[in-house]
């Protein structure tokens, strides 16, 4: 059986190669393995963002921030993740959660 870290290189590439539905699948099984792998609930937002599915993606970029809220990184990414929902349904909502989490980001970054 493969490892969850060799599970996301698989993910990776199959992003990487545009094939998103397979990545989705690979990334379910590296999230089924390890629930709290910060690296695959990442890739996971970003690849269901891409795909229009952002309740989803925010879920998982959520999840993520929870795992390991000391790191700046993840906020952003989170960030990311709203700004991207915002653009698909124009729910101001997500300007608001977008902002939150870049100030949080920015916040850790700078040691707070």
């Not at 397979?22 to 690849?47: F, G, P, Q, W, Y």
């Not at 970029?61 to 790191?71: I, L, N, R, T, Y």
Request: proline residues 1%; aromatic residues 6%; contains cysteine.
């Amino acid at each position: 059986m493969a490892s969850v870290d060799e599970l996301y290189g698989e993910a990776e590439k199959l992003k990487d190669a545009g094939e998103y539905e397979a990545c989705v699948a690979k990334l379910e099984e590296a999230i089924t393995a390890d629930a709290n792998h910060v690296l695959s609930r990442l890739a996971m937002a970003v690849v269901l963002a891409k795909l229009n599915r952002h309740e989803e993606a925010i879920q998982h970029g959520e999840h993520a921030c929870a795992v390991d809220p000391s790191d700046w990184f993840n906020f952003t990414a989170l960030s990311q993740t709203y700004v991207k929902a915002l653009v698909a349904t124009n729910n101001l909502v997500y300007k608001d959660k977008a902002e939150e989490a870049m100030a949080r980001g920015q916040m850790l970054q700078q040691g707070g």
